[in-house]
């Protein structure tokens, strides 16, 4: 079986970007021009994902009006003859299926991916997070899926971070089985330099098999006071093999200040129609400094 089901949990507070968050989901957070949950969508549809699900909360509904029809501004556009504006406006609608369901209460990212039980439907499914935005020639979930192909178990998207960096992440310890491919022993959230088993860091991917959700069903409370998704793999682990995947592409952690700021600058050199501009502004700031 392929996974074509994903899930985007999107209802937490994004406090790291308050103000800006108060009014304004995190994950409508332009990069350039696009908001960012733009790009984790077109890397699931240019995986052959068919069907998104978004976890929401209240004060979110600019999500939901991203992926619906502009009626309106379409019908100018159209009469406009601005085509590619009316391409970029329909680019993802068109492409794939877009769900969405309100996480009541913020308990937690594992409480969040439970609101998805009856949505996957008994299906693998795939999890990605907007806080890591991925650069690289074969979509990062597209990558994992092949792996869920060929190993029929969960498979985590792993980085290596560096060992000075490994208190802000979930910690793999695992054991090499194949090219980029280690089997999980065990997973370590935001260990300290000293206890890490290693510096791998689960990196916001996830194609995860549906026993899981017995798993956060019985996940108590943990880290932080919420229902870690962590804690629910580690209790599927007792039961299925887990393997984690060091995936190729440049990953941008946009989920705090630093990552933004470099996913900006990076994208907007990559664009064509803004490099030379851009660059000759960037190389006169820095020469000014
Ligand atoms: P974070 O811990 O990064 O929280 O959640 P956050 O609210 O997005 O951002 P900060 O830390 O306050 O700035 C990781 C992911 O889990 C989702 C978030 O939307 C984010 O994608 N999440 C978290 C939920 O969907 N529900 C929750 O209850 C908690």
Known sequence: MTVRKAVIPAAGFGTRFLPATKAVPKEMLPIVDKPTIQY?????????????????????????NHFDKAFELEAVLERDGKEEMLKAVREVSDKIDVHFIRQQEQKGLGHAVLYAKSFVAGEPFAVMLGDDVVVSEKPCIGQLIEQYEKYGSTILGVQKVGMEHVSKYGIVDAHSVGERVYKLQGMVEKPKMEEAPSDMAVLGRYIITPAVFDCLEKTPKGAGGEIQLTDALVMLAETEDIYAYDFEGKRYDIGNKQGFLQATVDFALSRPDLRSDFMKFLKQTVKNL
């Open 40 to 64: 984790i969508a077109e890397e699931a549809i240019k995986a052959g994902i068919t069907e998104l699900l978004i976890v929401t909360s209240r004060g979110k509904e600019a999500l939901m």
